[in-house]
T-cell receptor, first 114, second 114 residues
Framework: GENVEQHPSTLSVQEGDSAVIKCTYSDSASNYFPWYKQELGKGPQLIIDIRSNVGEKKDQRIAVTLNKTAKHFSLHITETQPEDSAVYFCAAVILTGGGNKLTFGTGTQLKVEL | DAGVIQSPRHEVTEMGQEVTLRCKPISGHNSLFWYRQTMMRGLELLIYFNNNVPIDDSGMPEDRFSAKMPNASFSTLKIQPSEPRDSAVYFC????????????FGSGTRLTVV
């Protein structure tokens, strides 16, 4: 089955700096890669996703890149703010049209310091 | 749409008691997932359904766990008998089978077995 590795497990940045979280996946058939943000006491919330036919996607301060050859993808947050502090999870899935399941990374605790 | 609705939000029960967690997926989503989250093991997929049919229950830890989806708008996860090591946050998520609308998580049920 799919295996997703995520690094780092914790990340501390100064407000205004950039943050980068990296993930690798094992199954070359995976074709959908979402990123989730989980705040304390809440469920994971989808923040951005990318499909295997795209190399990069950007949404305001958040961007995701995908390297299919190397089987890795990354989340980039620019101009970090205190409200970006949370746990971030990457995931990979093979979209087949029925019963697709996410395989999650182990999470990155991001702390944005003032 | 109200999103994925889980109940109860918190459950405290004594060891040996039966626990039932409930989930209402987003209307129109045909896949439903039950996850367990702990500090030690992160997010673990327990079971998922597609069109109300269980597709993969390999993540269910043991026979004490069972899940049902009697119709497209309701699912239950039951633990009988419960044990202290079952203490965790249990999340339900739903998606459309083709992943176009992403996976949406509920707010979770925090289960404490004493």
């Amino acid at each position: 089955g799919e295996n997703v590795e995520q690094h780092p497990s914790t990340l501390s940045v100064q407000e205004g700096d950039s943050a980068v979280i990296k993930c690798t996946y094992s199954d070359s058939a995976s074709n959908y890669f979402p990123w989730y943000k989980q705040e304390l006491g809440k469920g994971p919330q989808l923040i951005i996703d990318i499909r295997s036919n795209v190399g990069e996607k950007k949404d305001q301060r958040i961007a995701v890149t995908l390297n299919k050859t190397a089987k890795h993808f990354s989340l980039h947050i620019t101009e970090t703010q205190p409200e970006d502090s949370a746990v971030y999870f990457c995931a990979a899935v093979i979209l087949t049209g029925g019963g697709n399941k996410l395989t999650f990374g182990t999470g990155t605790q991001l702390k944005v310091e003032l | 749409d109200a999103g994925v609705i889980q109940s109860p939000r918190h459950e405290v029960t004594e060891m040996g008691q039966e626990v039932t967690l409930r989930c209402k997926p987003i209307s129109g989503h045909n896949s439903l997932f039950w996850y367990r989250q702990t500090m030690m093991r992160g997010l673990e997929l327990l079971i998922y359904f597609n069109n109300n049919v269980p597709i993969d229950d390999s993540g269910m830890p043991e026979d004490r766990f069972s899940a049902k989806m009697p119709n497209a708008s309701f699912s239950t996860l039951k633990i009988q008998p419960s044990e202290p090591r079952d203490s965790a946050v249990y999340f339900c998520a739903s998606s459309s089978g083709d992943g176009l609308y992403g996976y949406t998580f509920g707010s979770g049920t925090r289960l404490t077995v004493v």
